[in-house]
């Protein structure tokens, strides 16, 4: 493993890693990811999701243990859903550990979020047409202000896709997920620097800090943390995570 991969996590950081759905080989998956989330991914019926969903089970539990010092496979991961009980709910680690994680994938991009500042939520989404714009998911996912802000836009399906990571973040942080409407939500507009506008939540926008990532060409995400202190966020590849899992 690569020493910038083991560097502490700082307390005012937010830690990024990327992967390719198909960076890591398939033995090393196997021997990081437990039993029981191989069978919850080979639930997808396309292999590409399920490298997807594997890949982030192996990003996040390797990206913890360079922290830890553990073994990936020795990572405790809960993923108990607050609705069902059924381990398919937001991942988070021990208590102790005092890192709270999240995971998103999509196209040809997993992304893994690690912080000490809150709780934490990630999004990325594939675009694989630049233009497209679907205006009728920008009316249901947008207030109508920032519909028509999107709506003037020289390219309304980027500016939309922003906005959308944005909020997916930002639920993703809560753990509420899409269970509370996306329209609810106002952010600033995809010009101007990311931030939360309004909610129907009590915790005050002035608590919540957003992100704008880099995740390559035709993806978008970003990433939003509940605290009120300054943010620094380090984006890092996977390749630096590339080790056998030691026998
Ligand atoms: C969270 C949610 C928005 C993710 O949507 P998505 O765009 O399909 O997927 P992403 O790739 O961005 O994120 C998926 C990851 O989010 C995480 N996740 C799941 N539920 C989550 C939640 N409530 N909050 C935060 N993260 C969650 C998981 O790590 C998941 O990946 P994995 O299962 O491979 O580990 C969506 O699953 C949701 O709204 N969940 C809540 C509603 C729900 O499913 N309830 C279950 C009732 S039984």
Known sequence: MADVAADPLLDGECRVWWARPDQAPDDLLLAVVPEAEQRRAARYRQRLDRLRSLTGA?????AVAALTGERPSDVLVDRTCADCGQQHGRPRLPAAVGIEVSVSHAGERVAVALT???EVGIDVEFAPLANHFDHELAENALSPQELSIVDRSDN????FRQLWVRKEALLKA???GLRIPMSRIEVSPATD??????WPLDIPVDQVRLATLDPGPRHHAAVA?????PMVVHELDAELLLWPEPD
């Open 58 to 62: 192996w990003l996040l539990r390797t």
């Open 116 to 118: 000490r500042l809150g």
């Open 156 to 159: 309304p399906g980027m500016d």
């Open 174 to 176: 809560t753990g509420h």
């Open 193 to 198: 620097p990311p931030a939360l506008l309004a």
């Open 225 to 229: 943390v509940l605290t009120g202190q």
